[in-house]
């Protein structure tokens, strides 16, 4: 039987596309399991879903910041908004590389403990079997800096995103009165975040708020079909 899984996510709300991946599994999973008790019981459905979630759970911060970037009429709401919802966006990330390390060490039964099921933490890597970890090792500078933005984003200071523009663009006028066009939304590259935007202005490198969410974005759906291949292929070769 079919499970599903991926409409137990968010995807289905946000009315996108259902990655090609996740559909492939759930063929799998058609013939296979007889029940969704035997999904979850001998193929970890949970796990599967888990992935699912994890992914949705980005899509749905990449949708509501380009709702906030591109429509708001207030910039400056706007950018105290894309500042909290970036720290949801770093965190969401970070979850689904933690919700692919959960995964690869339940169905290839690496023991680990749950402080090093993490792909950011080197014990994970000596366990993983080499045909594994081959797949997923061009991917540790991405895994890196994902963890750097997300641990200050929550843990330092909150993204810092600023209205930039001419004086005459903001002058006498109430935020709702700003003509978007004359003012720009930008995002401190740094994630640590900690310069001065007023005092420490040559020290600033500026990137748009929008930036992480594409850089990132082939990364992900490359990393979702790869975890998904493999609890396929594993459980395939268990059969």
């Given at each position: 039987?079919?499970?599903?899984?991926?409409?137990?996510?968010?995807?289905?709300?946000?009315?996108?596309?259902?990655p090609e991946y996740f559909l492939q599994l759930d063929e799998f999973y058609d013939s296979v399991c007889s029940n969704m008790k035997?999904?979850?019981?001998?193929?970890?459905?949970?796990?599967?879903?888990?992935?699912?979630?994890?992914?949705?759970?980005?899509?749905?911060?990449?949708?509501?910041?380009?709702?906030?970037?591109?429509?708001?009429?207030?910039?400056?709401?706007?950018?105290?908004?894309?500042?909290?919802?970036?720290?949801?966006?770093?965190?969401?990330?970070?979850?689904?590389?933690?919700?692919?390390?959960?995964?690869?060490?339940?169905?290839?039964?690496?023991?680990?403990?749950?402080?090093?099921?993490?792909?950011?933490?080197?014990?994970?890597?000596?366990?993983?079997?080499?045909?594994?970890?081959?797949?997923?090792?061009?991917?540790?500078?991405?895994?890196?800096?994902?963890?750097?933005?997300?641990?200050?984003?929550?843990?330092?200071?909150?993204?810092?995103?600023?209205?930039?523009?001419?004086?005459?663009?903001?002058?006498?006028?109430?935020?709702?009165?700003?003509?978007?066009?004359?003012?720009?939304?930008?995002?401190?590259?740094?994630?640590?975040?900690?310069?001065?935007?007023?005092?420490?202005?040559?020290?600033?490198?500026?990137?748009?708020?929008?930036?992480?969410?594409?850089?990132?974005?082939?990364?992900?759906?490359?990393?979702?079909?790869?975890?998904?291949?493999?609890?396929?292929?594993?459980?395939?070769?268990?059969?």
């Amino acid at each position: 039987m079919k499970t599903h899984f991926y409409y137990r996510s968010l995807l289905n709300e946000l009315n996108i596309e259902i990655p090609e991946y996740f559909l492939q599994l759930d063929e799998f999973y058609d013939s296979v399991c007889s029940n969704m008790k035997v999904a979850y019981q001998e193929y970890d459905l949970q796990y599967s879903e888990n992935i699912a979630r994890r992914y949705a759970d980005i899509k749905y911060y990449d949708k509501l910041i380009k709702n906030e970037y591109n429509d708001n009429i207030n910039p400056f709401m706007a950018s105290l908004r894309i500042s909290s919802l970036l720290v949801g966006f770093y965190n969401s990330i970070k979850s689904f590389i933690d919700a692919i390390a959960i995964t690869l060490n339940n169905i290839l039964a690496l023991n680990l403990k749950p402080i090093d099921t993490d792909l950011c933490r080197k014990q994970i890597w000596k366990s993983l079997p080499k045909n594994i970890k081959i797949k997923y090792e061009p991917y540790k500078l991405f895994f890196n800096e994902v963890k750097n933005y997300r641990n200050a984003a929550a843990h330092r200071l909150s993204p810092n995103v600023v209205v930039c523009g001419p004086t005459s663009a903001r002058q006498g006028k109430f935020p709702n009165e700003i003509n978007r066009k004359d003012v720009e939304l930008r995002l401190i590259d740094s994630p640590d975040n900690d310069v001065n935007v007023l005092f420490d202005e040559n020290n600033i490198k500026w990137i748009s708020p929008l930036l992480h969410l594409e850089k990132w974005n082939s990364n992900l759906n490359k990393l979702g079909k790869l975890i998904i291949d493999d609890i396929q292929t594993i459980f395939q070769n268990k059969q």
